[in-house]
């Protein structure tokens, strides 16, 4: 089974649209349009845009890259019992801290040296 994702117009609801940001009066925005809908914004901006003086570009900053550890649920469940024998407060599901996973990684690094 596949699923497809839609997104809508903000303003008609209509399939197809696409996120298009724009910034006024110090403020950034994003709306989702069709692309009828985008033409019309940048008709109704073009004389602004034409007058008006360059800044700069956005700045976007990229999000933090997760760490998501290469382990098999047999090695989570290893994981999770080896950090609660150590004193490591750890729920029974969910993800596991990245400072866990470094501390039994150091754990079991030393012991294999």
Known sequence: MSTKN???SDLSGRPDAVPTSFGYAGTWYEID????????LER???AYLDA???VGTAVVKPLPQRF??????????AIRV?????GH?????GQIPNAIHSAY?????EAAS
Do not use: F, G, K, Q
């Not at 349009?33 to 985008?38: P, Q, R």
């Not at 080896?82 to 150590?86: S, T, V």
């Not at 990684?105 to 690094?109: F, K, R, T």
């Open 6 to 8: 839609l997104i809508v």
């Open 82 to 86: 080896w950090a609660r024998e150590n």
């Open 44 to 46: 109704c901006m073009s």
């Open 68 to 77: 998501v550890p290469d382990t098999t649920p047999v090695e989570r469940s």
């Open 89 to 93: 407060r750890l729920s029974s599901y």
């Open 52 to 54: 008006a003086r360059r």
């Open 33 to 40: 349009l069709t692309a009828a809908e985008h033409e019309e």
């Open 105 to 109: 990684a150091a754990a079991h690094a």
